[in-house]
């Protein structure tokens, strides 16, 4: 379900201008957004909302609006954000001693595989077997798990 917004020609589209209970103005934007997936699993068709929410457009609004964060709240927000930010760094740096590196298109070679088969699939003009079959001879990759079952006849 999507919330519409009238388009003021003053504003811009997605975006008027409204007045709160005491008389200050506020701009009101819209959203919209696709959700894929939901609590973890998978949704079977995406689903498609949106709506609107009232927004400033300038520090003084917001100090008009007496919605400015104390001098306590910014302190709290600045170290959450450099505690963020160094738990990511050690995070990182402890993986990496134990020999976990993040994947990326130069260290992994099925990163690689995925990234090429999603823009074969984009071009709508292959299957996805045929994309993956594609994929890895054109890399010269073979694609984890799809080792040839010829030892299973035992």
């Known amino acids: 379900m999507s919330l519409l917004v009238d388009v003021d ?3 811009g589209p997605g975006r008027t201008r409204s007045d709160d ?3 200050r103005t506020m701009v009101t934007k819209t959203f919209k957004s696709t959700a894929l997936a939901a609590y973890k699993k998978k949704l079977d ?30 302190v709290k927000f600045l ?31 099925q990163m690689k595989l995925r990234e090429f088969v999603k823009v074969l699939l984009s071009s709508k003009k292959y299957t996805e077997e045929d994309a993956r079959t594609l994929a890895a001879t054109t890399l010269g990759i073979a694609w984890e798990g799809d080792e040839d079952d010829e030892d299973d006849d035992e």
């Open 79 to 109: 170290n959450a954000k450099a505690k963020a930010k160094a738990r990511a760094a050690a995070m990182t740096a402890a993986l990496e001693a134990i020999g976990i590196v993040k994947p990326t298109l130069e260290n992994d070679d």
């Open 21 to 23: 209970k005491q008389g």
């Open 9 to 11: 020609a003053n504003n």
């Open 45 to 74: 068709t995406p689903l498609k909302y949106g709506g609107d929410y009232q927004a400033f457009e300038n520090i003084g609004e917001v100090r008009a609006q007496n919605s400015y964060p104390s001098d306590k709240d910014v």
